[in-house]
């Protein structure tokens, strides 16, 4: 019923299962997780993240995978993310979607061209393969946005929503969705519950970006997949409905986004 549409599964802290992934797996299939998004951040990730994809999706865990080069790469590894070898690595069925690219400037200002050359170059690579754009946007939204409406960006998701509904609607109106992590659970977040109360409801997804940023009551802990029902149960509260309602919303949105083209 839940859809994570973003966690890391190649990075996932797994102390607590004996080092072993199966354990998160486990973890996922109880709570109710039935699919999700393992995303990549540097070409040297694709075969752990392509292993894990095959070796653990099935007939009860729908796994796939995105292509992409996260904008706080080292300027070379930016760079290395070509049009050409985007298309060529995201090409496979177990690829859904482009990403993560974006613009960070929280952490760096100094390679911005890099980062918008670089997102500009995902966005190219999305269009001709028709599979979504996965965007990471953090201290630069007015850049981020700007680039996405001059290439022609109309297709994907704004992950790990952090901004207020302003930009949100400036995000939708370009034909985005919008996916809420366990962010929008912490007490700080007013502008962000604000967002998300504001928020058409097929245009919402979720996600848990584990293993960081675990949603309350798991806030501090090492976040993972199994967790992403706590920020249904959130907006669900904000909603006035069920966390499953909420579950099965948002799972039917991630539907109709990797539908979208086809």
């Known amino acids: 019923m839940f859809t994570d549409s973003h966690c890391h599964?190649?990075?996932?802290?797994?102390?607590?299962?004996?080092?072993?992934?199966?354990?998160?797996?486990?973890?996922?299939?109880?709570?109710?997780?039935?699919?999700?998004?393992?995303?990549?951040?540097?070409?040297?990730?694709?075969?752990?993240?392509?292993?894990?994809?095959?070796?653990?999706?099935?007939?009860?865990?729908?796994?796939?995978?995105?292509?992409?080069?996260?904008?706080?790469?080292?300027?070379?590894?930016?760079?290395?993310?070509?049009?050409?070898?985007?298309?060529?690595?995201?090409?496979?069925?177990?690829?859904?979607?482009?990403?993560?690219?974006?613009?960070?400037?929280?952490?760096?200002?100094?390679?911005?061209?890099?980062?918008?050359?670089?997102?500009?170059?995902?966005?190219?690579?999305?269009?001709?393969?028709?599979?979504?754009?996965?965007?990471?946007?953090?201290?630069?939204?007015?850049?981020?946005?700007?680039?996405l409406k001059a290439e022609g960006a109309e297709h994907g998701i704004i992950h790990c929503f952090t901004e207020d509904w302003e930009t949100a609607k400036r995000a939708l109106d370009l034909g985005f969705y919008i996916s809420f992590s366990g962010i929008v659970s912490f007490k700080s977040a007013q502008m962000i519950q604000d967002a998300a109360k504001n928020m058409p409801k097929n245009r919402i997804l979720i996600e848990t970006d584990s293993p960081y940023l675990a949603p309350v009551p798991k806030r501090g802990r090492p976040n993972e997949p199994a967790y992403v029902p706590y920020v249904a149960s959130y907006l669900a509260e904000m909603y006035g409905c069920s966390s499953e309602e909420v579950g099965a919303m948002t799972a039917k949105n991630f539907e109709n986004l990797l539908a979208q083209y086809h």
């Open 9 to 147: 599964l190649n990075r996932l802290d797994l102390t607590k299962y004996d080092g072993q992934l199966s354990g998160a797996i486990a973890a996922m299939k109880e709570a109710n997780v039935t699919r999700a998004m393992a995303i990549m951040c540097d070409f040297a990730e694709y075969d752990e993240i392509a292993h894990i994809v095959s070796t653990y999706g099935d007939e009860t865990l729908n796994l796939g995978m995105s292509v992409g080069i996260h904008p706080c790469e080292d300027i070379s590894v930016l760079q290395s993310a070509t049009v050409e070898r985007l298309i060529e690595t995201a090409d496979a069925d177990h690829v859904w979607a482009i990403g993560e690219t974006g613009l960070d400037y929280y952490w760096s200002t100094e390679n911005k061209k890099e980062q918008q050359a670089s997102l500009a170059r995902h966005i190219h690579a999305s269009q001709s393969l028709k599979k979504p754009l996965v965007v990471h946007m953090r201290d630069a939204k007015e850049d981020t946005l700007d680039i």
